[in-house]
């Protein structure tokens, strides 16, 4: 069998050997482990993984992708920071014949000009999360706060429309203010801040939906400097399950998450594996679950189940 498969890979010329990652940044908790989950999971399949980060800028994915074009990489990985404007440079790679797989998020471009991509549901991540505040608001008109993720991103645009299919119906559920955070920490802090002054201290603000955890956490901050009780007083739901968001929510915080699995790259390597070996062409989506965690579902132990992991 081995011998087969190694005249196979001769008679096909093709193993994954060198692969390019043109990564968004470094924004989040679940950024910084997808790519350090990326790093194993090269690693561990012996893949000599050239690694870009474009801090935040699309301008930077482009000359990455680039230059793994003229470096001759077997593949590319990309993670695209906004959904518009690849198609020059996704053509460049098509002609060069390197098969792309998009992470994580999605691309406006026609699908023939990647590989596959793998990710989530986005939109049913937001209804999921929409779903919660239906089940779980306090009687009465709830009016919510928004915190998106990166203008222009497939998460914030989806996102942000799985929320509002869920809640469409419900109307005594308002979304007063909608603002993006950047998927950061530190925007989501300094939006919520804005979002409690306008809204006369906060007192009638009855939950938070943040596009990411990370948001989450900065607005958690916030909303206690400014006198309020998170979890209680504003109702938390977010996205993302980072190990943070489990200690806010064993401390009552932060009310619940949907889980998005930082391993991307296992499914991509495995695609790419296999149409490298012999051609098999992937499924044009390769998608990843979503699963909500609340307070009831023992946050610690979730916290040490994922405290490793790159987070
Ligand atoms: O949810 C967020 C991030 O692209 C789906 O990007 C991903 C999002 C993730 O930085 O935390």
Same mark, same amino acid.
């Given at each position: 069998f081995l011998l087969g498969a190694a005249l196979a890979a001769l008679a096909t010329g093709a193993t994954a050997q060198t692969i390019g990652f043109s990564q968004i940044g470094s924004e989040s908790g679940w950024r910084a482990a997808e790519t350090t989950v990326t790093r194993q999971e090269a690693e561990e399949r012996g893949i000599d993984l050239r690694f870009s980060d474009a801090q935040q800028r699309q301008e930077n994915q482009i000359a990455a992708i680039r230059s793994f074009i003229a470096q001759g990489v077997d593949a590319i990985l990309l993670a695209p920071v906004v959904a518009t404007g690849w198609d020059n440079v996704l053509e460049e790679a098509s002609e060069a014949e390197i098969p792309v797989?998009?992470?994580?998020?999605? =691309?406006?471009?026609? $699908? $023939?000009?990647?590989?596959?991509?793998?990710?989530?549901?986005? *939109?049913?991540?937001?209804? *999921?999360?929409?779903?919660?505040?239906?089940?779980?608001?306090?009687?009465?008109?709830?009016?919510? *706060?928004?915190?998106?993720?990166?203008?222009?991103?497939?998460?914030?645009? $989806?996102?942000?429309?799985? #929320?509002? &299919?869920?809640i469409e119906g419900h109307d005594d559920i308002e979304i007063v203010r909608s603002q993006t955070g950047d998927f950061t920490r530190s925007g989501?802090?300094?939006? !919520?801040?804005? /979002?409690?002054?306008?809204?006369?201290?906060?007192? &009638?603000?009855?939950?938070?939906?943040?596009? &990411?955890?990370? !948001?989450?956490l900065g607005a958690i901050q916030a909303i206690k400097e400014a006198g309020l009780d998170p979890g209680n007083d504003i109702l938390i739901v977010s996205i993302?399950?980072?190990?943070?968001? /489990?200690?806010? !929510?064993?401390?009552? $915080?932060? &009310?619940?998450? =949907?889980?998005?699995?930082?391993?991307?790259?296992?499914?991509? #390597?495995?695609?790419?594996?296999?149409?490298?070996?012999?051609?098999t062409v992937p499924p044009k989506f390769i998608q990843t679950e979503s699963t909500l965690y609340t307070q009831d579902d023992d946050p610690m132990a979730e916290y040490e189940k994922r405290k490793d992991l790159g987070y």
């Open positions: 797989v998009l992470l994580d998020r999605q =691309v406006d471009s026609s $699908d $023939d000009l990647y590989l596959t991509a793998v990710g989530s549901d986005l *939109v049913h991540e937001g209804e *999921v999360a929409g779903e919660w505040l239906v089940e779980n608001k306090p009687e009465g008109e709830c009016r919510v *706060v928004e915190l998106e993720g990166t203008t222009g991103s497939s998460p914030a645009i $989806d996102r942000a429309t799985g #929320f509002r &299919n869920a989501g802090k300094e939006v !919520m801040e804005s /979002f409690l002054q306008a809204e006369g201290g906060g007192e &009638n603000i009855c939950a938070l939906y943040a596009h &990411n955890d990370d !948001m989450a993302d399950a980072v190990p943070d968001i /489990f200690t806010a !929510m064993a401390e009552g $915080d932060a &009310n619940a998450t =949907v889980e998005l699995t930082p391993n991307m790259a296992g499914p991509a #390597f495995d695609a790419l594996e296999a149409y490298l070996y012999d051609g």
